[in-house]
Each structure stands twice: as C-alpha cells, then as structure tokens.
T-cell receptor, first 112, second 108 residues
C-alpha cells in the first residue's frame, strides 16, 4: 500500500535561517506531488506541485522553493525564513490528474 | 482557472440539527469534485467524491450544475463531525486547489 511520510513534525527556526522540509512517498511510482500551507483563516493554499522529477510548478510567488530530486521525494526549501513563513505545511500526492489526494501528517513551522 | 468558494469560515450547529456546508465552483465542463475533512490531530483525508454518489458518515454531496454548487449535507449532526471541511475541484491542469475551508462545530 502507498504511504506518505513528511518530516519533521514540528520545527522552530529563527528568522533568516534556511529551511528544508522533506516528503517521501512509498508504494507508487510517478506520483503527482504537492506542497500546501494551511494558515488560520486562509485555508489550504497550494504552493507547489510536481508531475515528474525536476518538474516544479509554483502557484504562489514567495520566499519558498521546491525541488523533486527523485521520483518519490519532494522538498520544500527556503534560503532565509521570514516571520510570515510560519504555518502548517502539508505534503500530498495523487496518482493521476484530477484524482484523490493523500496527505502527510504535516509540519508545524514557527519562525521566531 | 477552476476555483471553489466556501463562503462560511465557521459553522456552528447543535447536535442533531441538520448541517449544510456550502461550496460553489467555477469550472467549464464536467467537474469532478471532492470533499475533504480534517479532524483534530488527524491527517486531512478524503470524505467523499461526487462521482461515486456515496454517503460517508451520513454525509452526502450533490453536484448541482445549474447552481454550480457541491454542498455537503448531513441530516443530523453529531459531535464527532466537528472538523475542518474543504471542498476541492479538479483544478487547472494538475493543480489541486482547495477552498478556504469551513470549520464545523457541533455543540451538545
């Protein structure tokens, strides 16, 4: 069966520090991968998605970037965190276009 | 781009009362819509999809093309239904864009 792992679960980082959140999927190949940010009052915001290795689409211009170095690995990064980057970040995968998405447990990021 | 609108950020109902969480979409063609739910301290997960016409945990959602709506309904709300609910369209291309979500609170 397919599983999705996301880590770390919580992270406290100072302003200006770098960020790397990792997400891996097991039990499937060539998944569509997604990064979302969930903020109170703003719902679930799609940040990036990827349909294949090295292919990244950005939905919202911001201080973050994403990479997909391997088929089932999706990384969310920042060179210098801002206070406004605080939030709950979710990784998800889906098997095909327009189908159900499966979510990771999420990472609570607090930038101080 | 395809979008969904969930007009209510918070919906509070009493246990046993009917509940309807609204979702309107803008999409040309035949959309395939989903409802996702996030219970406290749990992963966001699929609740139901319109194409399967199923009832999950007493919830149903009917696609109304005339009103471009996909409202989620349950005739008798339970306290365990308290959660965050998201409506999702298929999105443009491969993007999966969710609505802003509605927080449902069922009080005894």
């Amino acid at each position: 069966s397919q599983t999705i792992h996301q880590w770390p679960a919580t992270l406290v980082q100072p302003v200006g520090s770098p960020l790397s959140l990792e997400c891996t999927v097991e039990g499937t190949s060539n998944p569509n991968l997604y990064w979302y940010r969930q903020a109170a009052g703003r719902g679930l915001q799609l940040l990036f998605y990827s349909v294949g290795i090295g292919q990244i689409s950005s939905e919202v211009p911001q201080n973050l970037s994403a990479s997909r170095p391997q088929d089932r690995q999706f990384i969310l990064s920042s060179k210098k965190l801002l206070l406004s980057d605080s939030g709950f970040y979710l990784c998800a995968w889906s098997p095909n276009r327009g189908t159900e998405a499966f979510f990771g447990q999420g990472t609570r990021l607090t930038v101080v | 781009a395809q979008r969904v609108t969930q007009p209510e950020k918070l919906l509070s109902v009493f246990k046993g009362a009917p509940v309807e969480l609204k979702c309107n979409y803008s999409y040309s063609g035949s959309p395939e819509l989903f409802w996702y739910v996030q219970y406290s301290r749990q992963r966001l997960q699929l609740l139901l999809r319109h194409i399967s016409r199923e009832s999950i945990k007493g919830f149903t959602a009917d696609l109304n093309k005339g009103e471009t709506s996909f409202h989620l309904k349950k005739p008798f709300a339970q306290e365990e239904d308290s959660a965050m609910y998201y409506c999702a369209p298929p999105g443009s291309g491969y993007a999966l864009n969710f609505g802003k979500g509605t927080s449902l609170l069922v009080t005894p």
